[in-house]
């Protein structure tokens, strides 16, 4: 079993996800994921470290757009790997989800 890892950026707000997005490492995210909500208004996931992800990895990206908006927060997920955007797709999610065109270095430096 590979694994994930939630990762806080320099910048407020700003995380990154490495590793794999799966049934067997999701549920750990969802527990660690409160950390996301308890800081900034505005989050950015940043999806390029994900290296593989099923269907437990979107279920994970509604679960935490869910939380978010209960807590009125902004959330964008940025460099959504092909794997993904195609489950989203074919489920219907993909203009549910607040998937960003814009890469991470690009909102990066645009929020500094």
């Known amino acids: 079993m590979n694994g994930v890892d939630l990762v806080k950026a320099e910048l407020e707000g700003y995380f990154r996800l490495v590793g794999e997005l799966s049934f067997d490492t999701v549920p ?4 660690r994921g409160e950390e996301l ?10 999806l390029s470290g994900v290296d593989r992800a099923d269907s437990a990895g979107l279920a994970l990206l509604i679960e935490w757009t ?3 908006r ?3 927060k902004q959330i964008r997920f940025v460099n959504i790997p092909a794997q ?3 489950i989203a797709r074919v489920s219907g999610l993909d203009n549910v989800l607040p998937f960003s065109r814009e890469d991470f270095s ?3 430096r645009s929020a500094g």
């Open 84 to 86: 993904m955007r195609d």
């Open 37 to 46: 909500f308890d800081g900034s208004p505005v989050l950015c996931i940043d």
């Open 28 to 31: 750990n995210l969802v527990e």
């Open 70 to 72: 209960e807590e009125g």
């Open 66 to 68: 869910r939380s978010a």
């Open 106 to 108: 690009k909102a990066s």
